[in-house]
Nanobody
Framework: QVQLVESGGGLVQAGGSLRLSCAAS????????VGWYRQAPGKQRDSVAS???????NYADSVKGRFTVSRDNAKNTVYLQMNNLKPEDTALYCC????????WGQGPQVTVSS
């Protein structure tokens, strides 16, 4: 069983930065791929970024060049550094980890004011 706990959300002005953290329990986390998703009110949940156990990353076109996903396996934590935030980045952000089972966190709210 893996539990995911996110932190780092909040309110920021456009152009600002936030760093989200996804901390996991369980020693298998380092062998799992991890992704960040977001969902704005009234919209579908979209993939934002992901990172494999080997460190390969993938990003949605809307965040490329602004967001960076990284992981520290010694701390069982994955990060999402978000720079140059825009009002359209406002959403509930959740991390997910998977192997043969998919695990989800609760997600911090990120609000970007114009």
């Amino acid at each position: 069983q893996v539990q995911l706990v996110e932190s780092g959300g909040g309110l920021v002005q456009a152009g600002g930065s936030l760093r989200l953290s996804c901390a996991a329990s369980g020693s298998i986390f380092s062998r799992m791929a991890v992704g960040w998703y977001r969902q704005a009110p009234g919209k579908q949940r979209d993939s934002v970024a992901s990172i494999t156990s080997g460190g390969s990353t993938n990003y949605a076109d809307s965040v490329k060049g602004r967001f960076t996903v990284s992981r520290d396996n010694a701390k069982n934590t994955v990060y999402l550094q978000m720079n140059n935030l825009k009002p359209e980045d406002t959403a509930l952000y959740c991390c997910t980890a998977w192997n043969s089972t998919v695990y989800w966190g609760q997600g911090p709210q990120v609000t970007v004011s114009s």
